[in-house]
């Protein structure tokens, strides 16, 4: 089988999670900015961390031969400090160039809160004024069904939003339908606990279709599975699913959104160049 | 793929899941306390679990969250409890 992964965050993972991933299929692997598991004490980490997405783990991906991608943000888990929000976005432009960076994200909300709307519409502004795509973050559990509203409506707002370049991430049973009935990609988190279950995965796609639809894992340094997305390909053949609509969720789907932006290539050649610069 | 086959493929999943669930309230009750808003949104969900009708996960992810509209005024915290502190 082949799969793309289009939400993980590798910088967390041991390298041995990249041998795995490319073992069960995996063709390219994209990771969006978040939050470290602890606040950063200022905007200069950032940048060590956007150097990290565009430059360290592109390479450390290329050993195994995979393409690595790389969205840019401030999560919003640190967008209640302003000030901080700002020199971050300041600093985003800088690296929009850069061969593996694909869009703003992750962006969203977290809890809900005022500063985390208006740093959330100054990233969507961003996006819109650097024609770049979005990827969203949707809030936890009791915090989502709120957070996946609020969050439609601000890019309702903004006449520069095409909702066919924006995906809405962590979908469930509750919001899954208030995203593609506003025309956004929905991205479906495969978690051990707090989000998504294959079975239930499946289940929302045997409901709504599988348009517009991308499965992910978004491992990272918590309960997560790297390969949570070929598993849930493994369930849906035990469910009956044919081959083709397999690789339709799980390969097609993610390339024709990420395609969008022409740096995203499965240029199996360029990688190998790429892997032996890596080496040297 | 039929019922007869879904029950084959996931019925022993689904009931060691429900007898978790029970054995879990089973160890609440059988504790010092009583329930916060947690175990009394868990309660109501599983009212809802029993009723007939489709979209039983849509219902009970409804249950447990915040049905409120407006942003609150702060963050307060990072983490989620997964039931709304309000119910």
């Known amino acids: 089988m082949r799969y793309i992964?289009?939400?993980?965050?590798?910088?967390?993972?041991?390298?041995?999670?990249?041998?795995?991933?490319?073992?069960?299929?995996?063709?390219?692997?994209?990771?969006?900015?978040?939050?470290?598991?602890?606040?950063?004490?200022?905007?200069?980490?950032?940048?060590?961390?956007?150097?990290?997405?565009?430059?360290?783990?592109?390479?450390?991906?290329?050993?195994?031969?995979?393409?690595?991608?790389?969205w840019l943000c401030l999560n919003p888990k640190e967008a209640e400090n302003l000030s901080l929000a700002n020199d971050v976005l300041a600093m985003i432009p800088a690296f929009l160039d850069r061969p593996n960076v694909l869009g703003i994200g992750e962006i969203g909300l977290n809890k809900n809160s005022r500063n985390e709307v208006a740093v959330f519409e100054k990233q969507v502004d961003l996006a819109v004024r650097y024609d770049q795509m979005i990827l969203?973050?949707?809030?936890?559990?009791?915090?989502?069904?709120?957070?996946?509203?609020?969050?439609?409506?601000?890019?309702?707002?903004?006449?520069?939003?095409?909702?066919?370049?924006?995906?809405?991430?962590?979908?469930?049973?509750?919001?899954?339908?208030?995203?593609?009935?506003?025309?956004?990609?929905?991205?479906?988190t495969l978690y051990p606990q707090s989000k998504c279950?294959?079975?239930?995965?499946?289940?929302?796609?045997?409901?709504?279709?599988?348009?517009?639809?991308?499965?992910?894992?978004?491992?990272?340094?918590?309960?997560?599975?790297?390969l949570a997305v070929p598993k849930t390909a493994l369930e849906m053949k035990r469910r009956g699913h044919s081959e083709e609509a397999v690789d339709r969720l799980v390969y097609e789907n993610p390339i024709q959104f990420l395609s969008q932006n022409p740096k995203f290539q499965l240029d199996e050649i360029g990688w190998e160049d790429k892997c032996r610069a890596a080496q040297k | 793929m039929d019922r007869l086959h879904l029950t084959d493929l996931y019925f022993a999943e689904a009931r060691s899941k429900l007898i978790d669930l029970a054995a879990f309230l089973d160890r609440i009750e059988r504790s010092d306390g009583t329930d916060?808003?947690?175990?009394?949104?868990?309660?109501?969900?599983?009212?809802?679990?029993?009723?007939?009708?489709?979209?039983?996960?849509?219902?009970?992810?409804?249950?447990?969250?915040?049905?409120?509209?407006?942003?609150?005024?702060?963050?307060?915290?990072?983490?989620?409890?997964?039931?709304?502190?309000g119910f």
């Open chain 1, 5 to 70: 992964e289009p939400h993980a965050h590798m910088i967390s993972r041991v390298t041995d999670d990249y041998a795995a991933m490319v073992t069960a299929g995996c063709r390219a692997v994209c990771e969006p900015a978040f939050w470290a598991g602890f606040d950063r004490s200022s905007a200069q980490g950032f940048y060590d961390y956007f150097c990290q997405l565009t430059d360290y783990e592109p390479r450390r991906a290329a050993q195994f031969g995979l393409p690595h991608y790389s």
């Open chain 1, 136 to 188: 969203v973050h949707t809030p936890h559990l009791e915090d989502k069904w709120k957070g996946t509203r609020l969050i439609v409506d601000v890019l309702k707002n903004n006449r520069g939003i095409d909702p066919a370049r924006v995906i809405i991430d962590h979908v469930e049973e509750h919001t899954v339908d208030v995203v593609l009935d506003a025309g956004f990609w929905a991205g479906i």
């Open chain 1, 197 to 226: 279950t294959p079975a239930r995965a499946i289940d929302m796609v045997e409901v709504y279709g599988a348009q517009r639809i991308w499965l992910n894992c978004a491992c990272d340094w918590g309960q997560s599975d790297p």
């Open chain 2, 36 to 85: 916060d808003f947690r175990i009394k949104s868990l309660r109501a969900a599983l009212n809802e679990l029993g009723k007939p009708g489709p979209e039983k996960a849509k219902k009970i992810l409804l249950v447990l969250s915040d049905p409120t509209e407006k942003p609150v005024p702060e963050a307060g915290t990072k983490s989620a409890s997964g039931a709304w502190s």
